[in-house]
């Protein structure tokens, strides 16, 4: 009898630490999850819902956007190393398009060739700079209207309608050269120069926004994909919105950028501020600065997990969808508005 009493208490020991280890495990995923949608996820805001408005006021923008697209991607075409002239051509349009900055060449060498990023620059009246980027190379093979004639068109956009802004903060547009493969995620990437450069001058960057493809749009259900399993659980799998990616570490920016967007935008926006390992996070000149210490993220529309034209020569100026690329240049401009802030007139 006690031998029986001793193994049914012995089973009964070893269900009760079973038990305990299972409550811990479950404690420990849940405290993970937690932290993960806090840290990571849970974005401010609210986000824009239903059918966007017409475009009414913003029909002006629209048409700026379409003819620097055209202008890039169609009339100059294919620009990169390979293509130099082009590459050289879409620097002296970007040059002129900033007329009213202070404009700038940071140019540096490749096989004794020289390249350079365009810097346009309203200086402020307190420290602390708010930079603007977007890369105007194209892929090998693509005259690259989305990647990036989108994000430049923007820039150059931009440029135009913040030209007379009372900025407290310094604001800086700037087109990188050389982001494209054969480039990418090296020393000879145009806004890893760039950045160094910054660093080294120790420049007080609080936020680098990169404009990464802003101007593809789907309605259709399963439009969207994702790098990461379960990513598709937490966002839609519909492609009809515009994205906020930073790393961790520039989770802050990241979230004040989108609480501003979201109070001026009519178009749906999601953010994530996720480890910069997730394919995709790290997929823009943000990454450059993330290398020198500066906080950093990108406005996309996640073009290699939605455009079916990403990087390939059918990336062509009738591919984009203009309505919804200019509610996200609208929106961004007052965003940038309130990260600079403003002088009394």
Known sequence: MPCRQGSAKSAAMKIIGSWRRVTVLLLVTTTAAVIVWLVMIRMPGRNFEGTSPPLSTEEPLRSELRSHVEKLAGEIGERNMAHYPQLLAAADYIEHQFSGWKVRRDSYEIEGRSCANIEAEKPGSTAGIVLIGAHYDSVFGSPGANDNGSGVAA??????????????????????????????????????????????????????????????????????????????????????????????????????????????????????????????????????????????????????????????????????????????????EQMIVDLVGTKSR
């Open 155 to 332: 820039l150059l956009a931009l440029a135009h309608r913040l030209s007379s802004l009372p900025n407290d903060k310094t604001l800086r547009l700037v087109a990188f050269v050389n982001e494209e493969p054969g480039y990418f995620q090296s020393q000879r990437m145009g806004s890893y120069v760039y950045a160094a450069r910054c660093r080294e001058r120790k420049e007080p960057i609080e936020a680098m926004i990169s404009l990464e493809t802003i101007g593809y749009f789907s309605s259709e259900p399963g439009s969207q994909h994702y790098p990461a399993p379960g990513l598709s659980l937490i966002y839609p799998r519909t492609g009809n919105f515009i994205g906020f990616v930073s790393n961790v570490s520039s989770r802050d920016l990241l979230r004040r950028a989108l609480d501003s967007f979201r109070r001026h935008a009519e178009i749906r926006s999601e953010g994530g501020a996720l480890p910069a390992v997730v394919p995709g996070v790290g997929w823009s000149d943000q990454w450059s600065f993330w290398q020198h210490g500066y906080p950093g993220i990108m406005i996309t529309d996640t073009a290699p997990f939605r455009y079916p034209h990403y990087h390939a020569a059918t990336d062509t100026p009738e591919k984009i969808d203009y309505d919804s690329m200019t509610r996200v240049v609208a929106g961004v």
